[in-house]
Nanobody, 126 residues
Framework: QVQLKESGGGSVQAGGSLRLSCASS????????MGWFRQIPGKEREGVAAVYIRSARTYYADSVVGRFTISQDSAKNTVYLQMESLKPEDTAMYYC???????????????????WGQGTQVTVSS
């Protein structure tokens, strides 16, 4: 079992920045992949970014390439999502997730991740 807790959400104006943090209850190297996902009420959860912990290889949704950066700090057992040039369409609840077993078939597919945090709200105003 791994417990995840997100923080860092808030309200910003378009063009602004936020950094989300995801603290893991155990050594992040015991997870194979960790990712960030987001969801708007009434819509399906979507993958935003993920990282293969052992190599730090990163994966991004097309909509955030060049604006968001996922990173990890093993000393703090924390994964971050740095979000730049935020747009109103980035408004959502953001969730951190972890997968501890083998490589998912689709890296950014939410159903591939069994462990989830409670989420942190990001609101971007125009």
């Amino acid at each position: 079992q791994v417990q995840l807790k997100e923080s860092g959400g808030g309200s910003v104006q378009a063009g602004g920045s936020l950094r989300l943090s995801c603290a893991s209850s155990r050594d992040i190297y015991r997870s194979r992949y960790m990712g960030w996902f987001r969801q708007i009420p009434g819509k399906e959860r979507e993958g935003v970014a993920a990282v293969y912990i052992r190599s730090a290889r990163t994966y991004y949704a097309d909509s955030v390439v060049g604006r968001f950066t996922i990173s990890q700090d093993s000393a703090k057992n924390t994964v971050y999502l740095q979000m730049e040039s935020l747009k109103p369409e980035d408004t959502a609840m953001y969730y951190c997730a972890a997968r501890v077993s083998d490589t998912p078939l689709v890296i950014l597919r939410p159903s591939e991740y069994p462990y989830w945090g409670q989420g942190t709200q990001v609101t971007v105003s125009s």
